[in-house]
């Protein structure tokens, strides 16, 4: 398998657990759904950071189609978080989920987290997802409020993904990455660039996670047949294995 270079999902003898974490923008699933399942699965996650979920009509039907092609389950978001949207796999038991929805600017395009505190084993874990604006002010403010968003879940270790609509120079990767561990400049293990997915040159989509957990890997995992990534959606998936410590 293309992804067999990460390390496995396991739980260690000292209690910590090794997570591996996708983030993934899917354009809606309006591409190759078969193909988007096909490299969900060849990825074998316990959790999956969406971007660009359904947000309009039956839109929880089509994430249900999703979880149960991927044989995971909805974990939160989706429209009522504008977007992102988390599943995971039954490794993981969930203490509580929150969908928040970001101040509308008019012209622009709504925005929200999908967040979630979940255990494995004797871990416990805080999930963000997040899609950032197009528009740079904004962005900057969304990434704020993302901090304080992970502040308020009150874990100790958390993990941050999702679509930043910004480059690592950028002011906004920056302050994230100011914050917490930008995993695949910790440790690149795969591909960097994710978007465009057809020929891609920038990274604009990423994996954070805070001070104390370990980067096993991180990157746009080799060795996925192209014509899958090609045709699931236009951003590239990027996957992380992390060792958390047991809380």
Not at 21 to 38: E, G
Not at 131 to 150: D, I, K, N, Y
Request: charged content about 25%; overall charge positive; aromatic content about 6%.
């Amino acid at each position: 398998m293309a992804t067999m270079s990460l390390p496995d999902s396991r739980t260690e003898q000292d209690g910590s657990a090794v997570v591996r974490v996708l983030s993934y923008n899917i354009r809606s699933m309006r591409d190759d759904r078969a193909a988007l399942a096909r490299v969900i699965r060849a990825c074998a996650p316990d959790l999956v950071l969406v971007q660009e979920a359904p947000r309009f009509f039956r839109w929880r039907k089509y994430a249900a189609r999703l979880a149960a092609a991927t044989d995971l389950v909805i974990l939160g978001g989706g429209a009522t978080a504008a977007g992102p949207l988390l599943l995971c796999s039954l490794r993981a038991t969930v203490e509580r989920t929150e969908d928040i929805l970001l101040p509308r600017t008019p012209g622009l395009h709504r925005r929200g987290f999908a967040t979630a505190v979940v255990r494995f084993a004797g871990v416990r874990l805080g999930v963000v997802s997040c899609h950032l604006s197009l528009q740079r002010q904004e962005r900057l403010a969304q990434a704020g409020r993302l901090m304080e968003t992970v502040d308020a879940l009150g874990v100790e270790h958390a993990v941050v993904a999702g679509d930043l609509n910004d480059v690592p120079s950028g002011r906004s990767f920056r302050r994230l990455a100011g914050r917490y561990q930008d995993c695949w400049e910790m440790k690149p293990q795969g591909g960097e660039y994710t978007f465009p997915a057809h020929d891609p040159r920038r990274r604009l989509d990423a994996v954070f996670a805070t001070d104390g957990i370990e980067v096993l890997g991180c990157g746009v995992p080799d060795g996925l047949p192209e014509a899958d990534l090609r045709a699931a959606t236009d951003h590239l998936p990027v996957l992380a294995a992390l060792r958390v410590p047991a809380t």
